[in-house]
C-alpha cells in the first residue's frame, strides 16, 4: 500500500492518512506491546525476527512476521535495509520502532520518509537535534531551560577540557555528545584522573557511536531522576503528561519508576511540564517523548536530555493518566490532531514498575541465559504484566536481558507499594536468575518507602551489592522443601489426587444424567 | 526414618522425616511438622504445612546435593546431604563447599575479552579475575574467596558456553 505522495517529504498539515499496517522493528516486550496496540485499534502488525527469535514471543504475538537476518543485532534488528524490505513485502504503511535499535536513528527515520512509510516517531532533523547531546543542550539553553553548568562544548582537546574542567570544579562528569545507556561516561574526582577519564570515555564514544566528542558537566552529588512525558502532535499542540521518578537505577540504567514522583508539587510540575514542552516546541517535536531533568536536594531542576521515543517505562504514566501512548503515537503519526488538553490531564493515584532483567543482583546483575522451565505471572486488581516471554521461552545471549515490566497501580504510593509485593510473590520464574527478588528488597527498604532517593541510592544503601533478605521463616520451610523433594525423588513416591472425605457434588451431578446435553454436543 | 542435613545461607537444619498415610512427618531442627505433599509436575510441588499452602520449585543443578529453590518470589541456593554423611564429612574438616570453590566456570555463555590475572597471582576475595562478554554487556567475573590462581583454561577471544571451566586455584 503506497502512501500518499505528501507524505514523502515530511509530514503533510491537516491531512490525515489511516494506517492500516504496522510493523514494528523491535522485538521482546516492546514489540509485544506494540503488537497489542495495534490490535486494539484493528491494525494489523508485523514482527520482525532474527533466527534467535524465531519461536519468540513477539512472532507469535504479531500477525505476520519476517526473519531479518542472523542472531546478532548489528546483522538484523539493526539492519535498515532489512527492515525497510520486510515493510515492502509485507505491504506495512507504517513502522513503529519500540525502543533502542533503531528507535532514535536519524537516518532510518529519513530513510522510512524516502520510502514512503511513516515513521512512528519525530522527525528525522528532530532526532538528528536531540540525539546530539551537545545541540540539545544549546536548544536548552535558547529555551531557558536551566542546565547543570557545563563546558557546552566539544572538549576532545585535552588542554581546552581541562581548562574548562577548572572552572566547573571537581567532581566532574564526562559524557559523550553522541552518548546514552551510560556508555562514554565517566565520574572523575580529581585533575590526576581527567586526563585518563577523557580518553576512556573518547575512546569508549567512538567504539560505541562512531563519533568521540564529549564534554563535560558539573557532577552533582545526589541527584534524583525526573522527566516529563510529552505528546506533540503535527497541528502544534503539545502536552506534558506528569513526571515519572526514576532514581533508582544500576550502571546507570533504570530499574524502579514511578509516578507520581514523591517530590513533586503541583507548582513543580507545571514549572518543569512547561520547561519540557518549551524544548519540544523549539525543536518541532512530534510524537511522544521525554524529557529527562536532575532534581537536587533544594528541588532545583536542570535539564539533562530529550529521549525521542517512547521509554521502556512508559506503563506508569498510563497507569496514573489513563492514556495509551501507543495509540497516540498512532493517531499522531496518522496526522490527527490531540483531543486532550492540557485541563484534561490528571494524575489518580500512585504507579509503580519494576523492571524484571534475567540477572543475578547478588553476582553484579550478571547476565542470565537459559531455558524458562516455569514462567507464570501475577495478576489480578492494579496489575498490569509487559512480558517478553513465556514458559519455554529462551533467554538468548545476544540482547538485552529485561524479560518483564512488572507495573502496578494504587490509590495512592502506599498502597502501589503493597500491591507490588503482592505481586512480585506471586511470580513464579525458573530456569534463569532475576531481579525479582531484589525487588522485593527495594519495597521493604525504609529509604525506599519514605520516598528519599536519588541516583545513588543503591551503592549508599547496598555498598556490598547483596540484595537477598530472607527471613528464617522462609529458610525453615525452603529447607523443609529440599528435604521432602530429596525423599519424593529418591523412594519415588506416588502421591495419589487429593480425595475429599465425601462423594463430590459433581460426581453426583454426573450420575444424575445432568450431563447428558453436554454430551450431546461434542 | 530418613535424616538429612540441609544448609542454607550458612545455616544448618537437621531434618527427620517419616512417610505414612501419604503425609511427612518432618522435624526440622526440632520443631514438628505435618507436610503434605502435592507435585504440580517437572520440578515444581505444592506443600500443605499444616494448613499453610507453599509453592515451591526444587531444582538440582549438578546432580550432587546442590539446589536452587524457587518459593515466594525469591530464590535460594541450599545443599542437602544424608546426616550420616554430613557427620563425617564434619568430623574430617571439611567444608562441602571445598571442592566446588578451587574451579571458576563460566556463569553464562559468552566470550572472554579480558584475563585480569596470571598463574600464580595471589588474589583476594572481589578481585576481578576475567571478563566475559555477554548480551552486549561485559561482566567482571571476581574471587569468591581469597586464593592463588593454579591455571587459566582460557584465552582472550575465545567463546565460552555456560560451566565451561575458566580457571582453577590452588
Known amino acids: 500500500m503506497a502512501a500518499p505522495p505528501g507524505l514523502k517529504s515530511g509530514y503533510a498539515k491537516e491531512m490525515t492518512h489511516t494506517i492500516r499496517k504496522i510493523l514494528i522493528a523491535n522485538r521482546g516486550e516492546i514489540a509485544v506491546r506494540v503488537a497489542r496496540g495495534c490490535r486494539d485499534l484493528g ?190 502532535d503535527q497541528h502544534g499542540t503539545c502536552l506534558y503528561l506528569g513526571e515519572r521518578e526514576c532514581s533508582i537505577q544500576r550502571r546507570h540504567q533504570k530499574v524502579v519508576e514511578e509516578s507520581p514522583s514523591p517530590i513533586m508539587t503541583p507548582e513543580l510540575r507545571t514549572r518543569m511540564g512547561s520547561a519540557a514542552v518549551e524544548i519540544a516546541r523549539r525543536s518541532g517535536y512530534v510524537g511522544a517523548g521525554t524529557v529527562e531533568f536532575l532534581v537536587d536536594e533544594q528541588r532545583d531542576f536542570f535539564f539533562l536530555e530529550v529521549n525521542t521515543r517512547l521509554q521502556v517505562e512508559h506503563p506508569v504514566t498510563e497507569m496514573v493518566t489513563g492514556i495509551d501512548l501507543v495509540r497516540e503515537q498512532i493517531a ?36 542470565s541465559t537459559g531455558t524458562l522451565n516455569a514462567y507464570v505471572i501475577p495478576a489480578g486488581p492494579g496489575v498490569r504484566v509487559d512480558s517478553g516471554v513465556v514458559a519455554g521461552s529462551e533467554i538468548p545471549i545476544y540482547y538485552d536481558p529485561m524479560i518483564a515490566k512488572l507495573v502496578v497501580w494504587g490509590t495512592n504510593r502506599a498502597e502501589a507499594v503493597t500491591r507490588m509485593k503482592r505481586a512480585l510473590e506471586e511470580y513464579r520464574v525458573s530456569g534463569v536468575e532475576t531481579t525479582i527478588g531484589f525487588h522485593r528488597v527495594i519495597m521493604d527498604n525504609e529509604k525506599f518507602l519514605a520516598g528519599e532517593l536519588s541516583t545513588r541510592f543503591l551503592d549508599e544503601e547496598y555498598p556490598d551489592n547483596v540484595y537477598r533478605r530472607v527471613s528464617d521463616v522462609v529458610r525453615e520451610r525452603a529447607a523443609l522443601a529440599v528435604a521432602i523433594d530429596k525423599y519424593v525423588r529418591e523412594r519415588k513416591i506416588s502421591v495419589s489426587p487429593p480425595q475429599q472425605a465425601t462423594r463430590s457434588n459433581w460426581a453426583a451431578w454426573h450420575r444424575h444424567g445432568n450431563l447428558r446435553s453436554f454430551k450431546g454436543s461434542r | 526414618m530418613p535424616r538429612y542435613n540441609v544448609e542454607i545461607d550458612g545455616r544448618e537444619y537437621d531434618i527427620l522425616l517419616e512417610y505414612r498415610s501419604e503425609r511427612f512427618f518432618a522435624t526440622v531442627n526440632g520443631t514438628s511438622f505435618e507436610v503434605q505433599h502435592q507435585p504440580l509436575g517437572e520440578s515444581r510441588a505444592l506443600l500443605f504445612i499444616g494448613h499453610e499452602s507453599l509453592e515451591v520449585d526444587v531444582h538440582s543443578a549438578t546432580g550432587n546435593g546442590e539446589r536452587t529453590i524457587f518459593m515466594k518470589g525469591i530464590e535460594l541456593p541450599a545443599t542437602i546431604e544424608e546426616y550420616a554423611v554430613a557427620q563425617m564429612r564434619k568430623a574430617a574438616g571439611i567444608s562441602h563447599h571445598h571442592a566446588a570453590d578451587n574451579v571458576l566456570k563460566a556463569p553464562m555463555p559468552g566470550l572472554v575479552i579480558t584475563l585480569r590475572v596470571a598463574p600464580g597471582d595471589r588474589v583476594a576475595k572481589g578481585t576481578p579475575l576475567v571478563v566475559i562478554e555477554a548480551m552486549k554487556m561485559e561482566n567482571i567475573i571476581k574471587a569468591r574467596a581469597d586464593g592463588i590462581v593454579k591455571s587459566i583454561a582460557v584465552k582472550p577471544g575465545q567463546s565460552v558456553e555456560k560451566s565451561d571451566l575458566l580457571l582453577e586455584f590452588e
Open chain 1, 43 to 232: 491494525i494489523r502488525s508485523v514482527a520482525v525476527y532474527s533466527e534467535a527469535d524465531r519461536i519468540a514471543f513477539h512472532v507469535r504475538m504479531a500477525d505476520d512476521a519476517i526473519c531479518i537476518g542472523p542472531a546478532p543485532s548489528n546483522q538484523s534488528y539493526l539492519v535498515h535495509d532489512a527492515i525497510i524490505q520486510a515493510a515492502k513485502i509485507s505491504g506495512a504503511d507504517a513502522i513503529h520502532p519500540g525502543y533502542g535499535f533503531l528507535s532514535e536513528n536519524a537516518e532510518f527515520a529519513r530513510r522510512c520518509q524516502d520510502e514512503g512509510l511513516i515513521f512512528i516517531g519525530p522527525k528525522p532533523e528532530t532526532i538528528a537535534l536531540l540525539g546530539d547531546k551537545l545541540a540539545a543542550r544549546e536548544t536548552a539553553v535558547k529555551a531557558k531551560l536551566p542546565l547543570v553548568q557545563g563546558s557546552d562544548t566539544d572538549t576532545s582537546d585535552l588542554k581546552q577540557a581541562i581548562a574548562a574542567a577548572r572552572k566547573i570544579g571537581f567532581p566532574i562528569l564526562v559524557k559523550a555528545a553522541a552518548g546514552g545507556g551510560g556508555k562514554g561516561m565517566r565520574v572523575v574526582h580529581s585533575e590526576d584522573q581527567f586526563e585518563e577519564s577523557i580518553r576512556s570515555a573518547a575512546s569508549e564514544a567512538k567504539s560505541a557511536f562512531g563519533d568521540s566528542r564529549v564534554y563535560l558537566e558539573k557532577y552533582l552529588a545526589r541527584p534524583r531522576h525526573v522527566e516529563i512525558q510529552i505528546l506533540c
Open chain 1, 332 to 367: 499522531i503519526a496518522e496526522g490527527r490532531k490531540l483531543t486532550l488538553r492540557q485541563e484534561d490531564i490528571q494524575l489518580r493515584g500512585h504507579a509503580i514498575e519494576c523492571r524484571i532483567y534475567a540477572e543475578d543482583p547478588d553476582n553484579n546483575f550478571m547476565p
